[in-house]
C-alpha cells in the first residue's frame, strides 16, 4: 500500500514555457503533499507543503508565483513551472502523507519523481 | 537552528557491515526516519525511530538516543545494490521532515 504516482516521469521544454507535474495517492487519502527539488549530488530541498483544499505554504526563497501548486483533492496535488528557465532544470521529487493516526502519519511517501529538464 | 549531520561519504566491502552515524538538533522531536535514495530516484523508507533503542530489519537495524541527538543504521551482509545514499530526517515539533545531505555509501566487491 501507500504509493505515490509522478506524471510526466520527465519533460523537457523550451525556456519561457511552463510545465505542469502532477501527483497522485493511489491507495491512500493525502492530507499533505509535499514538493520538493534536488539538484545533482544534493540534499533534497522542501519548496512547499500543501493541505487539500487550502492554499500551499511555500519555503523561504521560493517564488510561489513561478512554482503554482494546487491541492485540489485528496489524491492529487500538481505542481506548475510557469515561465521555465534553464535554472530551474532539476529533479522535482513529490510526498505525501495520509495524517491518520500513528507513525503513517508522518511517514512521507514518495512519488519516483520528474525530471525537468529546460532548453 | 536545526541541523543534520552525517558523513558525505563511506566506502564498505560487500558482505561486510557498515555504520552511519547521524547526529541532529531540531526545535521539537518527533521521532527519526532513514530513508535510502539510490541515483536519480525518489527516497524510500527504511525505518522509524521514536524511542530510545534499537529498531532491527532484516539486514538493516537503527538505532536511536534521543538525549544524545544521536542515531545510527548499521547495515549487515552488504550487497551491492546498497549502494546508495542513506538520509537522516528527523521530525521536528510541527512534524515536518528535516532533511539532511545524506551519506553516500559506495560497496566494492
Known amino acids: 500500500g501507500a504509493v505515490v504516482s509522478q506524471h510526466p516521469s520527465w519533460v523537457i521544454c523550451k525556456s519561457g514555457t511552463s510545465v505542469k507535474i502532477e501527483c497522485r495517492s493511489l491507495?491512500?487519502?493525502?492530507?499533505?503533499m509535499f514538493w520538493y527539488r534536488q539538484f545533482p549530488k544534493q540534499s533534497l530541498m522542501l519548496m512547499a507543503t500543501?493541505?487539500?483544499?487550502?492554499?500551499?505554504?511555500?519555503e523561504q526563497g521560493v517564488e510561489k508565483d513561478k512554482f503554482l501548486i494546487n491541492h485540489a483533492s485528496l489524491t492529487l496535488s500538481t505542481l506548475t513551472v510557469t515561465s521555465a528557465h534553464p535554472e530551474d532544470s532539476s529533479f522535482y521529487i513529490c510526498?505525501?502523507?495520509?495524517?491518520?493516526?500513528?507513525?503513517?502519519?508522518?511517514?512521507?511517501?514518495f512519488g519516483p519523481g520528474t525530471r525537468l529538464t529546460v532548453t | 537552528g536545526q541541523n543534520i549531520d552525517q558523513p558525505t561519504e563511506m566506502t564498505a566491502t560487500e558482505g561486510a557491515i557498515v555504520q552511519i552515524n547521524c547526529t541532529y538538533q531540531?526545535?521539537?522531536?518527533?521521532?527519526l526516519f532513514w530513508y535510502q535514495q539510490h541515483a536519480g530516484e525518489a527516497p524510500t523508507f527504511l525505518s522509524y525511530?521514536?524511542l530510545d533503542g534499537l529498531e532491527e530489519k532484516g539486514r538493516f537495524s537503527s538505532f536511536l538516543s534521543r538525549s544524545k541527538g544521536y542515531s545510527y543504521l548499521l547495515l549487515k551482509e552488504l550487497q551491492m545494490k546498497d549502494s546508495a545514499s542513506y538520509l537522516c530526517?528527523?521530525?521536528?515539533?510541527?512534524?515536518?521532515?528535516?532533511w539532511g545531505a545524506g551519506t553516500k555509501l559506495i560497496i566494492k566487491p
Open positions: 525511530n521514536v
Open positions: 500543501s493541505n487539500e483544499g487550502s492554499k500551499a505554504t511555500y
Open positions: 491507495d491512500f487519502q493525502a492530507t499533505t
Open positions: 530526517a528527523p521530525l521536528d515539533s510541527n512534524y515536518q521532515l528535516i
Open positions: 531540531t526545535s521539537g522531536f518527533n521521532g
Open positions: 510526498s505525501a502523507r495520509s495524517g491518520t493516526s500513528g507513525r503513517l502519519s508522518y511517514e512521507q511517501y
